[in-house]
């Protein structure tokens, strides 16, 4: 037993020396390893590493997205916003911030157009009410088309709570519970707006929200969509969505993290009656959200459920690793509390739409980047048109075509 305790003591004698020894040498060589500050760790956040699998797809650049209302489209438009700004890719801008919606797509309301000189278009993605025939006049033959979808009751009672204010059958209802009970005695066809208030998901495709109810008119609509659109996502799966749509368009998980834009500070939960009448209402777009809600979930069989589940953690984990790094807080706050009028969320109607304050702790370059992801579509669409019609070139009547640059420089 002495034996061993003094062996022991030898050997952590021996270790302290050979520690001392290393200690001594890196001193005389001057050898030092630098501290890692919060600033290189946040740029390697935004610098994530390159997937390990080799990809032999190429990624897509022409893009067509239907941004159908109330339907978190405001949040894949800032994704599309920041994916073509990073590319320098040329967008089909509106004159304003809407292709003279609620009127059919023309071809001549893009910014541009008419120019014999202009670059091809790579992204068309702003509001509008669907038009193919004029849409492929704009966009490339190999442009790949999406639009996302919601149920019809959850959508109505947004669009009730947004456009309240514009829509004449939602301006003579009392109250959203009166609006439920009796919709056709405050919905007249024609009147101003009223195409907020019945069928908007089938409006924004470009068909007639007003036409009777038929399932031969229905499978009509729903063969149309399918034929043209690659892709048709859910509000209520966005996660899913958002691993789909990178799958088809080949791009990288950071491509598709985003933070939820244009939201609500509050919702009205709807019961199980109230949920049914809605529906009814609307159910043209009741059919076509059925329909492609069954597609979906067989996409996501063909994708891997197991594979889906891993990919939806790996976004919900890279998203809040940005959220901590590029936000003040977890939650999206009112506008009153954003001073930044880059950042500060649109209001219109009744509803107070939330948005998200920026750290202003953070070198100028990660915050830029940072400040794009949580940028609204106005304001980012005006980003983008100085973009492609700089200063001083007013006069140009086609996008100038500028280099690719890192987001925020």
Not at 265 to 282: C, D, F, P, T, Y
Request: aromatic residues 12%; glycine residues 4%; charged residues 25%.
């Amino acid at each position: 037993m002495r034996l061993a305790h003094v062996c022991r003591i030898q050997v952590m004698g021996f270790g302290l020396v050979l520690l001392m020894a290393i200690a001594l040498t890196i001193q005389l060589l001057g050898i030092h390893f630098p501290k890692r500050s919060p600033q290189s760790s946040a740029l390697r956040l935004l610098s994530p590493e390159p997937p390990s699998f080799h990809r032999t797809c190429q990624p897509k650049r022409h893009i067509v997205f239907l941004k159908t209302h109330k339907t978190a489209g405001s949040t894949i438009l800032n994704l599309l916003h920041r994916y073509g700004d990073t590319h320098a890719l040329i967008f089909a801008l509106p004159f304003k911030y809407q292709f003279n919606y609620p009127n059919l797509f023309h071809s001549r309301r893009v910014k541009g157009f008419n120019s014999p000189d202009r670059p091809p278009y790579d992204i068309l993605c702003h509001h509008m009410r669907f038009n193919r025939p004029e849409v492929r006049k704009v966009m490339p033959e190999d442009s790949f088309y999406f639009t996302i979808l919601r149920d019809p009751a959850t959508m109505a009672e947004s669009s009730f709570s947004y456009y309240r204010s514009v829509s004449s059958a939602f301006k003579k209802a009392p109250s959203f519970k009166a609006f439920i009970a009796h919709p056709s005695y405050y919905y007249r066809e024609g009147e101003r707006s009223n195409h907020y208030a019945r069928n908007l998901l089938w409006f924004d495709l470009g068909f007639n929200p007003n036409a009777p109810f038929t399932e031969v008119l229905a499978k009509a609509g729903m063969r149309a969509v399918e034929s043209t659109f690659n892709l048709v996502l859910l509000v209520e799966h966005f996660d899913e969505s958002m691993i789909l749509l990178k799958e088809e368009l080949c791009w990288e998980l950071d491509d598709v993290v985003t933070f939820k834009l244009n939201i609500r500070g509050s919702s009205r939960q709807l019961e199980k009656e109230e949920v049914e009448r809605l529906r009814a209402w609307n159910a043209l777009d009741w059919y076509l959200y059925s329909y492609f809600n069954r597609t979906f979930w067989e996409k996501v069989e063909g994708f891997g459920r197991e594979r889906m589940d891993n990919e939806v953690r790996q976004l919900r984990e890279r998203r809040q690793q940005l959220a901590e790094l590029c936000l003040e807080g977890t939650e999206p706050v009112g506008a009153e509390d954003i001073k930044e009028e880059a950042i500060k969320p649109f209001q219109f109607g009744q509803a107070k739409i939330l948005g998200w304050a920026v750290r202003k702790d953070l070198q100028p370059n990660i915050r830029s980047r940072c400040v794009r992801m949580v940028t609204p579509e106005l304001q980012y669409k005006d980003l983008l048109d100085a973009r492609q019609f700089p200063p001083g070139t007013q006069n140009r009547s086609y996008p100038v075509v500028t280099p690719a640059r890192p987001i925020g420089r």
